[in-house]
């Protein structure tokens, strides 16, 4: 069972790049969501999805793109990188309308120079 | 989005020594739960509370859940080095399936 899998695990891209975090879930969890975690500010939620083919925002969307073709699959997309977005960004499900745990995948570090 | 605080930010403490977290808010929530985050890794859940007033015990931690379900805290007895990472809140309200989350604490338990 491979839970939340995330790739890459580290990317460097310099300023005005573009690329997309992969994200996949094997659990059939309806709800997925993207995080970014910051020195202090522990994890901020970008975007978020309830099923495939419904997308919402979260507290910091800003320079970021989603999709939910599949129940399994929540891509994240930067148009065009900044240093600001340096970050380390984690994947996340779970169940809806419950109290089921999110499980996250291991991250990706993002370096944008 | 609810505004979380969790205290203390960081704490580092001996081995032994028991110590207490807490996450307060002004918002009402329907639940919420607690996560550990050790370094390199994802958060894993540690408990979900959901009644005001509740309180669980996982071996050598103790959660409680405020009446009024606005607050949270976390007591550690006993500390070990295990114990060290960064300690999580996330409550959930009634009006969206959103999760979000506190801050942090990050502990250091030296041996």
């Known amino acids: 069972n491979a839970g939340v899998t995330q790739t890459p695990k580290f990317q460097v891209l310099k300023t005005g790049q573009s690329m997309t975090l992969q994200c996949a879930q094997d659990m059939n969890h309806e709800y997925m969501s993207w995080y970014r975690q910051d020195p202090g500010m522990g994890l901020r939620l970008i975007h978020y999805s309830v099923g495939a083919g419904i997308t919402d925002q979260g507290e910091v969307p800003n320079g970021y793109n989603v999709s939910r073709s599949t129940t399994e699959d929540f891509p994240l997309r930067l148009l065009s990188a900044a240093p600001s977005q340096t970050s380390v960004y984690f994947c996340?499900?779970?169940?809806?309308?419950?109290?089921?745990?999110?499980?996250f995948g291991n991250g990706t570090r993002l370096t944008v120079t | 989005t609810q505004l979380l605080e969790q205290s203390p930010q960081f704490l580092s403490i001996q081995e032994g020594e028991n110590l207490t977290v807490y996450c307060n808010s002004s918002s009402v929530f329907s639940s919420l739960q607690w996560y550990r985050q050790e370094p390199g890794e994802g958060p894993v859940l540690l408990v979900t509370?959901?009644?005001?007033?509740e309180v669980k015990k996982l071996k050598r931690l103790t959660f409680q859940f405020g009446d009024a379900r606005k607050d949270s805290s976390l007591h550690i007895t006993a500390a070990q080095p295990g114990d060290t990472g960064l300690y999580l809140c996330a409550p959930k309200t009634n009006t969206g399936n959103q999760f979000y989350f506190g801050t942090g604490t990050s502990l250091t338990v030296i041996p």
């Open positions: 996340a499900s779970t169940f809806t309308g419950t109290n089921s745990p999110l499980h």
């Open positions: 509370v959901v009644t005001g007033g």
